[in-house]
């Protein structure tokens, strides 16, 4: 089992920069990838973007590029999202997601390549 805490989620006005945290603690020595999705009010849940535990590949949904960062933390099994020029199309609840298995970079972005998913953080950005 692995259980993911998210924290960091806030209200932000429109430009500003928020980091999210996910802590992972269980049976973290198989994870695989540790990423971020969200979903917004009337929306499907969207990927984010997601950091392979071992290789360190990072994917990024084409909407944050450039403004969203993904980094882990390999001693604490921890992953961090910094999340720089937000917009209100950003506001979300965002959630950790852990994969304990390998898959194939095309389905990096399919909620159903995860195992294990946290609660939630709200992160509200104002016009």
Not at 38 to 54: H, I, L, M, N, Y
Not at 101 to 121: E, K, L
Request: one cysteine or more; charged letters at 20%.
């Amino acid at each position: 089992q692995v259980h993911l805490v998210e924290s960091g989620g806030g209200l932000v006005q429109a430009g500003g920069s928020l980091r999210l945290s996910c802590a992972a603690s269980g049976r973290t020595d198989t994870t695989y990838a540790l990423g971020w999705f969200r979903q917004a009010p009337g929306k499907d849940r969207e990927f984010v973007a997601v950091v392979t535990w071992s290789s360190g590949n990072e994917y990024y949904a084409d909407s944050v590029k450039g403004r969203f960062t993904i980094s882990r933390d390999n001693a604490k099994i921890t992953v961090y999202l910094q999340m720089n020029s937000l917009k209100p199309e950003d506001t979300a609840v965002y959630y950790c997601a852990a994969s304990r298995t390998s898959f194939n970079v095309r389905r990096v972005r399919r909620g159903d390549s995860y195992d294990y998913w946290g609660q939630g953080t709200q992160v509200t950005v104002s016009p």
